[in-house]
T-cell receptor
């Protein structure tokens, strides 16, 4: 059974810091991995998708990497801003199923 | 990215009543949609896969008679919570999967059962 864990569960940083969010999964037989942000009471916004043949994706201040063999992904946020405050979720797609399993999330607060 | 619309965004109902939540894919045809449930401060739990023109596939532990899913067209899937009880109160959210593998989500529907 695939289990997805995110560390840390919560993080509070001053504005401007670079930070790393971690995602680990127990079964390396995954297809895609996706990072999302969720604002309180809202749906999920897609941030980055790393497809099975890729190891890294970048969008603006965000960079996500994937190491399937070790079962790990990291989301790097550069020069954090108060608007980055949200819960960040990673999700892995089980190979051959089209089903995504979600991690436990990291609640990020960026202080002005 | 895909645009997914959910309605209603919130609903309050009495125990024993049924509630229907709609999920629409506005800009592409979705043969498959996914329904998730999220409890406060917890992650998303996949409930079922909605398949256009056929029966939904439910995850283990999800009661198919409690959570009725209908996917009658390529742009609309509905989730009906039947005979709702307070323990069914939750945030329900749907998603569609693009051909690239990317998931796009609706805004979610918060159900409160009194």
């Amino acid at each position: 059974k695939q289990e997805v864990t995110q560390i840390p569960a919560a993080l509070s940083v001053p504005e401007g810091e670079n930070l790393v969010l971690n995602c680990s999964f127990t079964d390396s037989a995954i297809y895609n991995l996706q990072w999302f942000r969720q604002d309180p009471g809202k749906g999920l916004t897609s941030l980055l998708l790393i497809q099975s043949s890729q190891r890294e994706q970048t969008s603006g201040r965000l960079n996500a990497s994937l190491d399937k063999s070790s079962g790990r992904s990291t989301l790097y946020i550069a020069a954090s801003q108060p608007g980055d405050s949200a819960t960040y979720l990673c999700a892995v797609e089980r190979a051959g199923t089209y089903k995504y399993i979600f991690g436990t999330g990291t609640r990020l607060k960026v202080l002005a | 990215g895909a645009v997914v619309s959910q309605h209603p965004s919130w609903v309050i109902c009495k125990s024993g009543t049924s509630v229907k939540i709609e999920c629409r894919s506005l800009d592409f045809q979705a043969t498959t949609m996914f329904w998730y449930r999220q409890f406060p401060k917890q992650s998303l739990m996949l409930m079922a896969t909605s398949n256009e023109g056929s029966k939904a596939t439910y995850e283990q532990g999800v009661e198919k008679d409690k959570f009725l899913i209908n996917h009658a067209s390529l742009t609309l899937s509905t989730l009906t919570v039947t005979s709702a009880h307070p323990e069914d109160s939750s945030f329900y959210i749907c998603s569609v999967r693009a051909d690239t593998g990317e998931l796009f989500f609706g805004e979610g529907s918060r159900l409160t059962v009194l």
